[in-house]
């Protein structure tokens, strides 16, 4: 059995995008260019407004195709794959140690981690909401037997709250999970991350870490520092080191690091 770990583009919204395109071109087909249902000033201000949400539907549905290429663990760029493996590098366990993977989607860095621990034990959790729907706690099991890796383990939980006592894990990770939360303060989002972080555990959070998503981020950083925290630091993953600035700029991921230290 071969893992699945899905894509970060989710199908469902492809679809959604692509069944869009086609109503409005049938509803600019209808009002505007066979003039049946509309006349006059309405005819052509259904005609401008169907035809620029065709062509706007259309762009977008292009895009998300490319997004799912490059994304795609069976295509030939195979991004998801070497952020996966580039986040996992970073993420080192005691013999014996725990660590916790939020929102870990189809399981991918949780295996990955778990593999290059195989003496640690990883935690992966997931809200395994609608907007993901193809990710869910059984295709993470699935996937982890399929790899042929026994330490991990999943649960249902969210990154805003998380369902752990302070200091529980040895090291925490996550990878492109944030700012997909509706919050006006991920900072705090990230703070909850590392609650559960025991003093002297790592941390490696990869995300897109905008101004606009994080606010500032290197406030952030000297946070932790003040807190504490050793070699905190972000190190930028759009510059080559996991994808070019171009393609982070096309793929909308541009501000991507990994956000590093030790509590
Ligand atoms: C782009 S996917 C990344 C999945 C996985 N980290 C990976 O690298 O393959 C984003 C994931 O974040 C999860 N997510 C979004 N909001 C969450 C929350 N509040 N708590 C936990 N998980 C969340 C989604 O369910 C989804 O699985």
């Known amino acids: 059995m071969k893992p699945n770990y899905k894509n970060w583009m989710p ?22 260019v066979s003039g049946l249902l509309a006349a006059g000033i309405w005819r052509t201000i259904l005609t401008i407004l169907f035809l620029v949400l065709t062509l706007v539907l259309l762009a977008v549905t292009v895009w998300m195709i490319l997004l799912y290429r490059a994304f795609s663990y069976d295509g030939k760029r195979q991004l998801s794959r070497v952020i996966i493996d580039g986040v996992a590098t970073r993420v080192v366990l005691p013999e014996g140690g725990c660590g916790l993977d939020v929102g870990c989607g ?16 990883m935690t992966g959790i997931d809200r395994w909401g609608a907007e993901y729907s193809s990710f869910s706690k059984t295709l993470c099991e699935e996937n982890s037997k399929a790899e042929g890796v026994a330490n991990t383990s999943f649960a249902k939980g969210d990154a805003v709250r998380l369902d752990f006592a302070d200091e529980t894990f040895d090291a925490v990770c996550s990878n492109y999970v944030y700012h997909n939360i509706p919050s006006r303060n991920r900072q705090e989002i990230l703070m909850e991350t590392l609650r559960v972080l025991k003093k002297g555990g790592t941390f490696a959070i990869h995300d897109i870490f905008s101004p606009l998503k994080y606010g500032d981020m290197q406030m952030f950083v000297q946070r932790l520092k003040n807190m ?25 991921l541009k501000g991507s690091a990994i956000l590093v230290g030790k509590k």
């Open 11 to 32: 199908k469902g919204m492809i679809r959604g995008s692509a069944a869009g395109c086609a109503v409005c071109l049938v509803l600019f087909l209808v009002f505007g």
């Open 106 to 121: 189809s399981g991918a860095l949780t295996i990955a981690v778990a593999k290059r621990n195989p003496k640690a034990r």
């Open 228 to 252: 504490g925290y050793a070699d905190v630091r972000l190190v930028p993953t759009d510059d080559g080191l996991f994808m070019s600035r171009r393609e982070a700029t096309w793929l909308g």
